[in-house]
Structures are given as C-alpha cells and as structure tokens.
C-alpha cells in the first residue's frame, strides 16, 4: 500500500464520529491515498456499534475504520431525499394530493424496508444520535421546501402567498418521521407499508381539503 498523503489518527469518540474524523472520511473517494484511524473504544459498548456505521464499515475494528469510503449515514441521508420531488411529479395530476403525497413518502421508506436491516441500524443511529438527528432534520427542511414547489405547481398555487404548499408539504414528512420513529422503536418488527398507511390515513382529509 502507498503512504498516505494525510495521515489523521483520532483517539476521541466524538471526534471519530461525529466531527472532524467523520468529516474527512467524508471527502475521501474510494482510492483516496489518504488514511485516517479511529481507536479508543470498547466492543462492548453502544459507541463500538456507532462508529464502524458512522465510516462505513460493517464490522468494528480494534484499531479503527482505515481508509473509509463516503460515511454510511451521510450517504444514507442523501439516498433518502434523492428523487422525493421526481416522485410526486410522476403522479397523475387528478389524482388527490394525500395519495401523490403518501407515493412520495412511501419512496424512501421503501428503500429501508428492501435493505431492512442495514437501514433500521442507521435509522437508530440517526434518531438516536442528537447530531446526526439535527442533520436529518436539516435535511428535511430542503425537502418540505422541495415538495411544497412541486405541490403549488401541481395545483396552481402561489407558494409565496399560498400556505396550503408548505402546510402539506410539513404534514407529509411529518407522518414519515413518525413512521420511521415507530419502525426503529419496534426493532423493524412493524411492518412500514402498514405504518405508512395508517398515518396518511390520518391526515387525508387535511391534506384534500385544499381549495
């Protein structure tokens, strides 16, 4: 193996997961000559489990995650969203908004229930981390932003005088927060298509009452 460019060793947890050791595992490509390592914890602990997910590493390592690609969560943060607006786009035009919406949700909730159990253990990690919580928070932010354009489009609203948009948009990802809160909470052993069913079912009628 060549010698590294940039040799970084991280002995915290914190900085090997959530800061700087995670960050630069971000901007590594796969063949990246650059080496980082992670050490300092022990197999018994939950943060032992946290970090080889955080780099992207299936199984922990005694002597850390060396040369990882893209970190798992952060990709997986990405993957979720791709395409949310493409997928209510591709619904018919007459079709009501709360089944276009629960189409949309139902894309990435879908891509957890076909990887289930490499996904719940990010979900987990995500709803559980205060951090990586923020983040996909954050993320949301982008997509109720991306959904509400969609949505004025689709229904000829203003979304700057409109509130219904954004209103919609909201109550959409919050019922997929809740399904995914529900599934992670059972361990995946509800089933998310049911999840998501019965939380649309629940906010249908608001979501068809646009004018």
């Given amino acids: 193996m060549p010698l590294p460019s940039v040799l970084a060793v991280f002995a915290h947890p914190d900085d090997e997961s959530l800061s700087a050791g995670g ?12 080496r980082h390592g992670h050490g300092k914890w022990a197999e018994s602990t939950r943060r032992a ?6 780099c992207g590493s299936s199984v922990p390592e005694s002597r850390g995650c060396w040369g990882t690609p893209m970190p798992l969560v952060v990709q997986f943060l ?16 007459e079709e009501q908004p709360s089944a ?6 139902w894309v990435s909730m879908a891509a957890c229930a076909d990887h289930s159990d490499r996904a719940l ?15 996909f928070l954050e993320r949301q932010d982008q997509w109720r932003d991306d959904l ?7 229904l000829g609203l203003d979304p700057d005088t409109d509130l219904y948009p954004q209103l919609a948009a909201g109550m959409a990802l919050t019922a997929f927060d809740a399904v995914l809160q529900r599934w992670s909470g059972s361990n995946g052993a509800e089933d998310p298509a049911e999840l998501t069913d019965r939380a649309f079912a629940t906010i249908a009628p608001a979501l068809d009452s646009v004018e």
């Fill in 78 to 93: 990405a993957d979720m969203g791709t395409g949310m607006r493409a997928a209510l786009a591709s619904r018919p035009i």
């Fill in 100 to 105: 276009s919406l629960q189409h949309t949700v």
């Fill in 121 to 135: 253990r990010v979900v987990q990690l995500i709803l559980r981390t205060p951090a990586l919580r923020a983040r």
């Fill in 148 to 154: 509400a354009a969609e949505l004025a489009q689709r």
């Fill in 49 to 54: 489990a946290k970090l080889p997910l955080r």
């Fill in 23 to 34: 960050g630069f595992a971000g901007r590594q490509g796969p063949r990246s000559p650059d």
